[in-house]
């Protein structure tokens, strides 16, 4: 087992992860971007904190150290009788969710799991799905709000818990592995 790196940066809706059998990793986040609105007139996201710490373990599940807190802003006209606004966290590729290690190696989406107890991954669920926003097999849905007639604006803030799930993944070699997971809302 070696140390490695692990950062996770969120970048107008991306999120990178890196993983490594090894001992303490950081994570960045940044900032995320929403779709353009298309029954709401503003909508945005905020993501903090800036770093989250895993300690991963070869063949075992490491657990951020903190949650990712996704806040969603909406807000402006009249829905026309109603509307959703939906959040994803998405990688680009199902097979390379992060990259890293010597030689370099891919650790899948699947690997990688979230869990939003307010949303609707209330249980620690792998970025496997298909959805409008992201890779085929690479994606989450985070949450989903419903309105009825939504005028004014309002807000709502969710906690993404992650882990990195390496049970049923060959032995990686020690290093830092990066990859990026975009979050980014959708209205309809």
Avoid: H
Avoid at 2 to 17: D, P, Q, R, Y
Avoid at 148 to 175: K, V
Wanted: charged share 5%; with cysteine.
């Amino acid at each position: 087992m070696g140390k490695g790196i692990i950062g996770i940066v969120v970048l107008a809706g991306s999120f990178a992860l890196p993983a490594v059998n090894a001992a303490a990793q950081a994570v960045r986040v940044g900032a995320a971007r929403p779709t353009p609105a298309t029954s709401v007139s503003s909508l945005s996201i905020s993501v903090t904190p800036s770093n989250v710490s895993f300690q991963l373990v070869s063949n075992g599940v490491a657990t951020g150290s903190v949650p990712v807190e996704i806040t969603t802003s909406w807000g402006g006209s009249l829905c026309l009788l109603t509307c959703t606004i939906n959040v994803y966290g998405y990688f680009t590729s199902a097979g390379a969710a992060l990259s890293g290690g010597s030689p370099i190696v891919d650790i899948p989406s699947s690997a990688v799991l979230g869990q939003v107890t307010t949303g609707i991954p209330t249980t620690y669920t792998a970025f496997t799905q298909s959805n409008p926003l992201g890779g085929a097999g690479a994606s989450l849905e985070l949450l989903s709000q419903g309105f009825f007639l939504l005028s004014g604006n309002s807000s709502r803030t969710d906690a993404l818990q992650l882990e990195i799930n390496l049970t049923n993944q060959p032995q990686l070699p020690a290093g830092s592995y990066s990859g990026t997971l975009y979050i980014q809302a959708q209205s309809l």
